[in-house]
């Protein structure tokens, strides 16, 4: 209730008023997801910009086990290009949820980025070895396939994604 009466203050510019309601709610369920991204999305609306990690780890501390804050702090890093800390946050977002196919995502974008394809091409395979109808990792690894030039691998796996959803355009245009 807090969060929706933040969220109604913050749709009518009351950004002060908002961001109290988001931390009430925050006060009153630490790992409430909506309510922190709410927060953060004040913050950004302020230009509060080089607080929100220092906020994010924050909440971390109060909610450590919720997965979702560490990609959070991930995905706020990868806006700014502070790739080492985007990289530490989505590892320690695995080590609370092996199977958080998120962070394995954003890792294997990392990884190619900064020029470690065989370490994206294995991260993308656990993703799509566990959810075989996840069609964006599919088009990632053969995004990867292709970077690292197994073009025969690339055109397996956009094979695949066509034969899941044969009008899927990500693999149709390929």
């Known amino acids: 209730m807090l969060e929706r009466l933040g969220f109604v203050a913050l749709r ?10 988001f931390e009430e709610s925050l006060r009153a369920q630490p790992d409430y ?8 999305y004040a913050y950004s609306l302020q230009r509060r910009g ?7 780890r924050q909440q971390i501390e ?7 804050f560490y990609q959070m702090l ?3 890093y990868l806006q700014k290009a502070d790739i ?30 900064t ?10 395979k656990g993703v799509v070895q566990r959810r075989s109808d ?11 396939y292709e970077q690292s030039g197994a073009v025969s691998d690339a055109q397996a796996t956009y094979h695949k994604v066509l034969e899941k959803n044969p009008d899927y355009a990500p693999a149709l245009i390929t």
């Open 115 to 124: 020029g470690r394809l065989p370490q994206a091409v294995e991260s993308i």
């Open 12 to 21: 009518q510019k009351q950004l002060v008023e908002a961001q109290n309601k």
């Open 33 to 40: 997801l909506p309510a922190m991204a709410d927060l953060i």
């Open 62 to 68: 109060r909610a450590p086990k919720q997965v979702e």
């Open 50 to 56: 080089d607080q929100i990690a220092a906020r994010i």
């Open 74 to 76: 991930g995905n706020f």
């Open 134 to 144: 996840y069609l964006p990792a599919y088009i990632l690894l053969g995004t990867l």
């Open 84 to 113: 080492k800390n985007a990289e530490q946050a989505f590892v320690d977002a695995l080590q609370l949820n092996k199977d958080d196919d998120a962070a394995y995502m954003q890792l294997a974008r990392i990884y190619s980025t």
